[in-house]
């Protein structure tokens, strides 16, 4: 069997790592082309001694840039630098797929990139979907190429309409862990601490992901995800709390029936999933005991207690620019919030004071897209020094 060449972008974080790891496991199945990190060059490094990549980027500042280079060139491996490094790296269309877990907006360029060298996309990188979910799709669909979802819910989802005609869905049901705030009463959340937010109670994930799950925004930025990705009215996704993280989503049929995909919290299946698609790599990351599993439970979500999953809604319904707007003010506010600037309960409330500020664009392009970007990071920081100065 010919191997399948991939890239892996984002490679030092939390994904990254792990799909090093579902490839490692299956050394043969894969060739290696490119492998992005940001700062972490020691931990790129080390991975690339084990992939063997023909390209490497380190996208953040480096101390030494022509040291780090020479390092790379005696594993025979080239490395580019910066935005640029990484642009020109996903213009080759040297692979077959690329698997995008840079975090947050930078993805954007690189995936509009590759997409249009004809390459397909495994998707780690929700950003990409919130910001231009439309135009995206449209290079993708137009090209015969393929996105395949690595988040667990819409992974689930996908596995779920495996075979499926897509005019008899009725609902799709994103789960959401709930995160570690769950049972926290209102009055509680505005003295919660950075570090009480990034204990994710299931699963292991990157710092601005694990925030956005205690305040229901990755719910939100999920949403928005999948009615790009299955193409399916935002008034057709709903969310389920399903504490458990067993069961990781759903879909409801025409007919009445709901198919369901559960396994463990375990991000490498879903990246395994992706990476492998159409076949399955067998694995042994954990399995299901259903003998001793604890009931599986259900709740609606509190969006009084967690309102920026309803304004995931209200962006959706505004469209043009307001979903990127949604994305860039909420990873500014998840950064301020970090390193202390702002309380939990800010981050909602940033939130909301950009998307009602913003001057919505309708048919926006990457420039325009871009520069709501711009507009919503700039406005939170201005409207975040009101609230330190105020408090
Ligand atoms: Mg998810």
Redesign the pocket.
């Known amino acids: 069997m010919t191997a399948r060449t991939v890239s892996i972008w984002g490679s030092t974080g939390s994904i990254g790592t792990q799909a090093v790891d579902v490839i490692l496991t299956h050394p043969g199945r894969f060739r290696v082309v490119t492998m992005t990190g940001h700062a972490n060059g020691r931990l790129l490094l080390e991975q690339a001694k084990k992939l063997r990549p023909a390209t490497a980027v380190l996208t953040g500042p480096l101390d030494d840039p022509s040291r780090w280079k020479e390092f790379f060139r005696d594993n025979g491996t080239e490395l580019l630098l910066g935005r640029e490094g990484l642009l020109e790296a996903a213009s080759r269309g040297a692979e077959q797929i690329v698997l995008n877990a840079l975090v947050g907006a930078v993805g954007l360029e690189a995936t509009l990139a590759a997409v249009r060298a004809g390459v397909s996309i495994a998707l780690a990188n929700k950003e990409v979907l919130v910001m231009a979910g439309e135009l995206v799709m449209r290079e993708i669909r137009g090209r015969g190429l393929s996105i395949i979802p690595v988040?667990?819910?819409h992974s689930a989802v996908f596995q779920c309409l495996e075979g499926e005609n897509p005019a008899s869905i009725r609902r799709i049901l994103l789960t959401a862990s709930g995160g570690p705030f769950l049972r926290t009463p209102a009055s509680e959340l505005s003295a919660v601490t950075p570090e009480q937010a990034l204990t994710h109670p299931n699963w292991t994930m990157g710092r601005k992901v694990t925030i956005d799950s205690a305040t229901l925004a990755?719910k939100g930025l999920?949403v928005i995800e999948a009615r790009w990705l299955f193409a399916v009215p935002p008034e057709r996704i709903e969310v389920v709390v399903h504490p458990q993280s067993i069961i990781h989503s759903m879909v409801e049929f025409a007919d009445g029936s709901v198919k369901a995909q559960l396994g463990v919290p375990d991000m490498r299946i879903p990246i395994s999933h992706a990476l492998s698609y159409p076949e399955r790599l067998a694995h042994d990351f954990g399995r299901l005991d259903f003998t001793r599993s604890a009931p599986l439970v259900f709740l609606p979500p509190d969006t009084e207690r967690f309102p920026a999953l309803k304004m995931a809604y209200q962006a959706l319904a505004a469209g043009g620019t307001a979903t990127a707007v949604y994305n860039a003010a909420d990873e500014e506010a998840v950064g301020l919030f970090l390193s202390g600037a702002v309380g939990f309960t800010d981050i909602p409330r940033l939130l909301e004071a950009a998307l009602n500020s913003h001057r919505n664009a309708a048919d926006a392009d990457l420039t325009g897209i871009l520069g709501a970007d711009e507009w919503a990071r700039g406005f939170v920081r201005q409207e975040a020094s009101k609230v330190k100065s105020a408090s």
Request: no cysteine.
């Open positions: 988040d667990s819910e990755n999920e």
